[in-house]
């Protein structure tokens, strides 16, 4: 079973270099998110740079450029984290890092954090990718800006080391508007990624709910949001969630996921669902004055009406691959009850196995069969009987010229029958074929051809199994005339289609 969706509450700096600030945010997460237990899952992610090494020498201190200033300005010991890490685990969420120079991930990995976060702008930084995957720590990694070849290098370096990694969609513009978030790029990832678990980094602004709803009914399974607490002195900027902000955020991807429902799986109806469908479904009734026990359900006695009683066989059930009987007599016009019959639901699995049958003498062969093409299973005495008495036939072409690919099982006949309109000429592809025509047989064996005129009355069968080609004019259904006909199965043809998946 997959795990919960993971909600990341990204600190960043929004501690303002307060330990006790942080504290508070990380407490105010836990306060918001525990409703949210265990359906979700939940981590906070801080931020490392080797403040000392990660700035340039030549503009360390310099007030005039913002991100030095904030990043000397809210900078924290490693003493300092280690108790906002423990603080984090002793609320029971998971821990998260994002390093931005190879000593601050090794630093991570030292701490035992539960992921490692590659953050947009180093996305395709090959050194800190190195130090990345030397962690071995579960990767999430955000791809904001970068083209595809670089997304696709990414994952596929991490995905030779055996490194298990989560691809968010992210838009790298702070806060970012609806119009530039580019949520389509989520099916793009599914469509690219199938087997990867995917992920959206939200920076729009923090009351609007829409985009995480959209994110879940694409397929997003982490999640991820600036956060922090304001007081007097703490402004949040303009892509940071206060706590009530978060609750919102929360309640709206629950809400979707409930909307959302199961994936993966068909779902299962509810009792009210099933009840409200089967009250305006048609049931089976009688046709004749008197109905006989014994009796074959088919189309011509019975007929199908609304409404239906509760233990009523419906519409539904009745299907060419399953047989009723009566079991009592029954008059005009009466509900016939599932209670009234005995079904005989083999029919489907024999047309599964002689599918495969047939499928199996088209591979020997090597017959180029179009995928898409239909195949009429012809059974002339029922579906019981196709493998003594019947035909596959495959229908590739039929125009003012006709091709057809015909496949006999091994021991199969063909009964005696004659075409007005066209002529034909088989061409034996594989296997051996017998050709009947008035008082004339002939063997036929691959590369060996026959051509059958029109009015000739001809039958055929095969002792090994045969697939042979049927070049002719065009075939017109009313076309065939069959000596006896009488007891034939109506109707005496079951379509099926022949699929990649079917072809194998």
């Given at each position: 079973?997959?795990?919960?969706?993971?909600?990341?509450?990204?600190?960043?700096?929004?501690?303002?270099?307060?330990?006790?600030?942080?504290?508070?945010?990380?407490?105010?997460?836990?306060?918001?998110?525990a409703?949210?237990?265990?359906?979700?899952?939940?981590?906070?992610?801080?931020?490392?740079?080797?403040?000392?090494?990660?700035?340039?020498?030549?503009?360390?201190?310099?007030?005039?450029?913002?991100?030095?200033?904030?990043?000397?300005?809210?900078?924290?010991?490693?003493?300092?984290?280690?108790?906002?890490?423990?603080?984090?685990?002793?609320?029971?969420?998971?821990?998260?890092?994002?390093?931005?120079?190879?000593?601050?991930?090794?630093?991570?990995?030292e701490?035992?954090?539960?992921?490692?976060?590659i953050?947009?702008?180093?996305?395709?930084?090959?050194?800190?990718?190195?130090?990345?995957?030397?962690?071995?720590?579960?990767?999430?990694?955000?791809?904001?800006?970068?083209?595809?070849?670089?997304?696709?290098?990414?994952?596929?370096?991490?995905?030779?080391?055996?490194i298990?990694?989560?691809?968010?969609?992210?838009?790298?513009?702070y806060?970012?508007?609806?119009?530039?978030?580019?949520?389509?790029?989520?099916?793009?990832?599914?469509?690219?990624?199938?087997?990867?678990?995917?992920?959206?980094?939200?920076?729009?602004?923090?009351?609007?709910?829409?985009?995480?709803?959209?994110?879940?009914?694409?397929?997003a399974?982490?999640f991820?949001?600036?956060?922090?607490?304001?007081?007097?002195?703490?402004t949040?900027?303009?892509?940071?969630?206060?706590?009530?902000?978060?609750?919102?955020?929360?309640?709206?991807?629950?809400?979707?996921?409930?909307?959302?429902?199961?994936?993966?799986?068909?779902?299962?109806?509810?009792?009210?669902?099933?009840?409200?469908?089967?009250?305006?479904?048609?049931?089976?009734?009688?046709?004749?004055?008197?109905?006989?026990?014994?009796?074959?359900?088919?189309?011509?006695?019975?007929?199908?009406?609304?409404?239906?009683?509760?233990?009523?066989?419906?519409?539904?059930?009745?299907?060419?691959?399953?047989t009723?009987?009566?079991?009592?007599?029954?008059?005009?016009?009466?509900?016939?009850?599932?209670?009234?019959?005995?079904?005989?639901?083999?029919?489907?699995?024999?047309?599964?196995?002689?599918?495969?049958?047939?499928?199996?003498?088209?591979?020997?062969?090597?017959?180029?069969?179009?995928v898409?093409?239909?195949?009429?299973?012809s059974?002339?005495?029922?579906?019981?009987?196709?493998?003594?008495?019947?035909?596959?036939?495959?229908?590739?072409?039929?125009?003012?010229?006709?091709?057809?690919?015909?496949?006999?099982?091994?021991?199969?006949?063909?009964?005696t029958?004659?075409?007005v309109?066209?002529?034909?000429?088989?061409?034996?592809?594989h296997?051996?074929?017998?050709?009947?025509?008035?008082?004339?047989?002939?063997?036929?064996?691959?590369?060996?051809?026959?051509?059958?005129?029109?009015?000739?009355?001809?039958?055929?069968?095969?002792?090994?199994?045969?697939?042979?080609?049927?070049?002719?004019?065009?075939?017109?259904?009313?076309?065939?005339?069959?000596?006896?006909?009488?007891?034939?199965?109506?109707?005496?043809?079951?379509?099926?289609?022949?699929?990649?998946?079917?072809?194998?």
């Open positions: 079973m997959s795990q919960p969706p993971l909600f990341i509450f990204e600190m960043a700096n929004n501690h303002q270099g307060s330990v006790a600030h942080g504290k508070k945010i990380i407490e105010a997460m836990r306060k918001v998110s409703p949210y237990t265990p359906r979700f899952r939940f981590a906070v992610k801080f931020q490392y740079r080797d403040i000392d090494t990660f700035i340039h020498p030549d503009v360390r201190g310099r007030a005039d450029i913002k991100n030095v200033k904030r990043f000397e300005d809210t900078r924290l010991s490693r003493e300092d984290f280690a108790e906002l890490i423990a603080c984090v685990r002793a609320n029971d969420m998971l821990t998260i890092c994002t390093p931005f120079d190879e000593i601050s991930a090794a630093r991570i990995k701490e035992k954090f539960d992921y490692i976060k953050a947009s702008c180093s996305f395709g930084d090959w050194p800190l990718m190195e130090a990345v995957a030397a962690t071995r720590l579960p990767v999430i990694a955000s791809a904001a800006g970068s083209d595809m070849e670089t997304i696709k290098n990414v994952i596929s370096f991490f995905s030779h080391r055996g298990a990694l989560a691809l968010m969609h992210c838009v790298g513009e806060p970012t508007p609806n119009e530039r978030l580019q949520l389509n790029q989520l099916d793009y990832y599914r469509q690219e990624f199938p087997d990867l678990t995917l992920g959206f980094s939200t920076h729009e602004a923090p009351d609007n709910m829409e985009p995480v709803k959209i994110a879940v009914a694409k397929g399974r982490i991820e949001k600036h956060v922090g607490v304001p007081t007097d002195a703490v949040l900027n303009g892509y940071s969630a206060n706590p009530q902000q978060v609750g919102a955020w929360l309640e709206a991807a629950k809400a979707s996921f409930d909307i959302c429902g199961v994936s993966g799986m068909r779902y299962q109806p509810s009792e009210k669902e099933a009840a409200d469908l089967a009250a305006l479904r048609r049931g089976v009734f009688a046709r004749p004055d008197v109905m006989p026990a014994a009796a074959a359900l088919t189309p011509d006695n019975v007929f199908f009406a609304f409404p239906c009683k509760p233990g009523q066989l419906i519409a539904q059930d009745f299907s060419k691959y399953t009723f009987t009566l079991n009592k007599e029954l008059k005009k016009n009466a509900a016939i009850m599932k209670a009234d019959v005995t079904a005989n639901e083999e029919l489907h699995s024999m047309v599964v196995r002689y599918v495969a049958a047939i499928v199996s003498i088209l591979k020997a062969s090597n017959a180029v069969v179009p898409g093409s239909t195949c009429d299973i059974h002339h005495y029922g579906l019981r009987n196709f493998e003594k008495t019947g035909l596959a036939l495959i229908d590739c072409v039929n125009r003012e010229y006709c091709k057809k690919l015909l496949v006999l099982l091994p021991g199969q006949n063909h009964p029958h004659y075409h309109k066209k002529e034909e000429t088989f061409i034996v592809l296997g051996d074929l017998v050709v009947t025509c008035g008082d004339e047989q002939k063997v036929l064996h691959r590369g060996e051809t026959m051509t059958v005129e029109r009015n000739v009355p001809h039958c055929f069968s095969s002792t090994m199994g045969c697939v042979f080609e049927e070049i002719s004019s065009t075939h017109c259904s009313d076309d065939s005339f069959y000596e006896r006909k009488d007891d034939f199965v109506h109707p005496r043809k079951t379509t099926v289609y022949l699929t990649k998946d079917v072809l194998g």
